[in-house]
């Protein structure tokens, strides 16, 4: 007989687990099921990774700008593959952590995809959990918290080899600086990244849409973070209309237009050319 559960979760990040749990203490029946890792993006390839190698970071310009005033004159001997290992026992630590607090709730977890067969709020959903093995299930009653993954712009070839999206470069793997790194958009996660790798050694240069970075934010922050990235060597690029990226096998290569270019002229306008030895889109 199918199980039947009073709420089937459908996605493990912070929305999803948390729902869990809160219902769980409702004394709710439920059940979590995750494709991947718990905790999602934000934990697994997001906020949490990125600020752990921010923390590293911020700890390597601190000494460097203000070691002197106490005392420590010194360069740092930079370890980004310690550094990366600082990152995944932090990330493996609150994904263990997650799953210690759905087994304390006593609500059942399963890995896979969660497919919605049918059904109604009357009779219930009946759900197919896509695993190792595949299993069905019941709920009275379904949160979908699905998440979101990077965007794949199709002109940016992005092939998860030399032209990354910030799961890739969070990836427990990626253990090496590059020498030099094009970032595609100078928002908020471009800016955190160009600053977390320049630290670390890499020659960074950012291409931006808008006029410039973070451009959503208040001009007085705007004005302060410029400072910032030309204090670190970081170079940007703005009102560039990115119109390709190529790997070329030993890097990467951006061909760009003025973003004031009406669309069809852009064949025809001056084009610029950027190369580097990765290349990471974020542009959302």
Known sequence: MTEMYDLVVIGAGPGGYHAAIRAAQYGAKVALI?????????LNWGCIPTKALYAS????????????????????????AK??????????????????????????VFNGYGKILGGNANDGFDILVEGESKENIKGKRVIIATGSSPALIPAFNIDHDRILTSDDILSPNFKQVPKSLLIIGAGVIGCEFA???TTFGAKVTMLEYLSTPIATEEPMLIKELQKKLDSLGIEIHVSQNVLSVENTGSGVKATTCSADVPRDQVETAEKSYFEAEYCLVSIG
Request: aromatic share 6%.
């Open 195 to 197: 600053n977390i790798f």
């Open 34 to 42: 995750e494709k991947s890792k718990l905790g999602g993006t934000c």
């Open 83 to 108: 550094a990366v290992e600082r990152k995944n026992k932090i990330v493996e630590e609150l994904v263990n952590g997650i799953g210690q607090l759905e087994k304390a709730w006593k609500n059942d």
């Open 57 to 80: 970071a911020e700890l390597i310009q601190t000494i460097r700008e203000h070691g002197e005033d106490f005392g420590v004159s010194c360069e740092p001997k930079i370890d980004f």
